[in-house]
């Protein structure tokens, strides 16, 4: 079964702290997998798309990792901010169907 | 480009009503994507549209649910007799064919609420 699980499912961090978002998919074929990140009331804007041939991918201070192997992903949050709050979404494509599996999100808190 | 725009943003109906929602993707985008979000989940996927064709239907369509894009460029969706577990956010996103990673943006979603 073609499903995306992410962990943990909240998470609370210090501004300034670094923090490492987890992801696991079985979804087959692979094509790439994605990361958004969605504002409370608004629509996912994305962050990083990588490959399966693609191990990482920064966009500032966002980096996500993938290992096409072990089918997981990972992005981590360097010296977060209180913008950061948000909830964290990965999204795994398959060619066949043109089909996008979401995780559910990670629910991230960055506190003064 | 102007992003990815939907109608209305909020929308209170009671149960046993019909609600329409639109979406305008991105001009020149010819896929365009329906979701289904509610609280603590990420998006279900509904249906999609490649051009004025729609080409995927999820089991999640039931038959009150109809989607259109009529001339390639903005979409509807349309729920007949409303239910209280239609209350969801309905996203929509849109992305350009042939794009090599098929980047999709999303748009500010229509919240519903089904008294």
């Known amino acids: 079964k073609n499903q995306v699980e992410q962990s943990p499912q909240s998470l609370i961090i210090l501004e300034g702290k670094n923090c490492t978002l987890q992801c696991n998919y079985t979804v087959s074929p692979f094509s790439n997998l994605r990361w958004y990140k969605q504002d409370t009331g608004r629509g996912p804007v994305s962050l990083t798309i990588m490959t399966f041939s693609e191990n990482t991918k920064s966009n500032g201070r966002y980096t996500a990792t993938l290992d096409a192997d072990t089918k997981q992903s990972s992005l981590h949050i360097t010296a977060s901010q209180l913008s950061d709050s948000a909830s964290y979404i990965c999204?795994?494509?398959?060619?066949?169907?043109?089909?996008?599996?979401f995780g559910t999100g990670t629910s991230l808190t960055v506190i003064p | 480009d102007t992003g990815v725009s939907q109608d209305p943003r909020h929308k209170i109906t009671k149960r046993g009503q019909n609600v329409t929602f639109r979406c305008d993707p991105i001009s020149e985008h010819n896929r365009l994507y329906w979701y289904r979000q509610t609280l603590g989940q990420g998006p279900e996927f509904l249906t999609y549209f490649q051009n004025e064709a729609q080409l995927e239907k999820s089991r999640l369509l039931s038959d009150r649910f109809s989607a259109e894009r009529p001339k390639g460029s903005f979409s509807t969706l349309e729920i007949q007799r409303t239910e209280q577990g239609d209350s969801a956010m309905y996203l929509c996103?849109?992305?350009?064919?042939?794009?090599?990673?098929?980047?999709?943006?999303f748009g500010p979603g229509t919240r519903l609420t089904v008294t």
């Open positions: 996103a849109s992305s350009r064919d042939r794009a090599v990673s098929y980047e999709q943006y």
């Open positions: 999204v795994a494509f398959t060619n066949t169907g043109n089909q996008f599996y």
